[in-house]
């Protein structure tokens, strides 16, 4: 089955704990991006790819970084977590930057305490 | 700055005609996007616009106005499985492929 496969879904850290959270497709999708979504902010992008090891950031990449070694995988580091940074996050896929449709996984909820 | 602007919530009736509007300011513009998301659950693509006028699927129709920075998402026939929050998008500027999102719009269908 073609899928965006987030973990962990659930997370309860504390303040400064190094995470990774991860992101995989199986359906040999080229950009990649990572999305998070606030009450009243909407879904904000935090970082993107276009491919193996091309990163770009989007709006609120402060405090995360990306890497993008295989096509299928992204993940999204938190180096350094702070309670702001407690959300609900979406990693997403599509064939290509310019394709009309992402894949949203299922999310992973993030809380740091 | 960018800015995307979609009302907070909406009620219908099953079976009637509801129309959601988005507005946006954003620096360049590669294509206008909807996306469906119920409670709980993640976004699913509904429709692309990329050049003026309307794009029509099944019960889904969204139209572009690229100079007047307007879309509107038109759901017809009305179903239940409908109420979910409805997420206007932008990509651009040319070049990138960042999106900004709106806040969404909360869709209540009524029996």
Redesign the interface.
């Known amino acids: 089955e073609a899928q965006v496969t987030q973990n962990p879904r659930y997370l309860i850290t504390v303040t400064g704990k190094k995470l990774t959270v991860t992101c995989s497709q199986n359906m040999n999708h080229e950009?990649m991006?990572w999305?998070r979504q606030d009450p009243?902010?909407?879904?904000?992008?935090i970082y993107?790819s276009?491919n193996v090891e091309v990163t770009?950031k989007?709006?609120v990449p402060e405090g995360y970084k990306v890497s993008r070694k295989e096509k299928r995988n992204f993940p999204l580091i938190l180096e350094s977590p702070s309670p702001n940074q407690t959300s609900l996050y979406?990693c997403a896929s599509s064939l290509g930057?310019?394709a009309?449709?992402?894949?949203?996984?299922?999310?992973t909820r993030l809380t740091v305490t | 700055g960018q800015n995307i602007d979609q009302p907070t919530e909406m009620t219908a009736t099953e079976g009637a005609i509801v129309q959601i509007n988005c507005t946006y300011q954003t620096s360049g513009f590669n294509g206008l996007f909807w996306y469906q998301q119920h409670a709980g659950e993640a976004p699913t693509f509904l429709s692309y616009n990329v050049l003026d006028g309307l794009e029509e699927k099944g019960r889904f129709s969204s139209f572009l106005s690229r100079s007047k920075g307007y879309s509107y998402l038109l759901l017809k026939e009305l179903q239940m499985k409908d109420s979910a929050s409805y997420l206007c998008a932008v990509r651009g500027p040319s070049g990138t492929y960042k999106y900004i999102f709106g806040t969404g719009t909360r869709l209540k269908v009524l029996a």
């Open positions: 950009y991006s999305y009243g902010l909407g879904l904000r992008q993107y276009m770009d989007g709006d979406f930057g310019g009309h449709e992402q894949y949203f996984g299922p999310g």
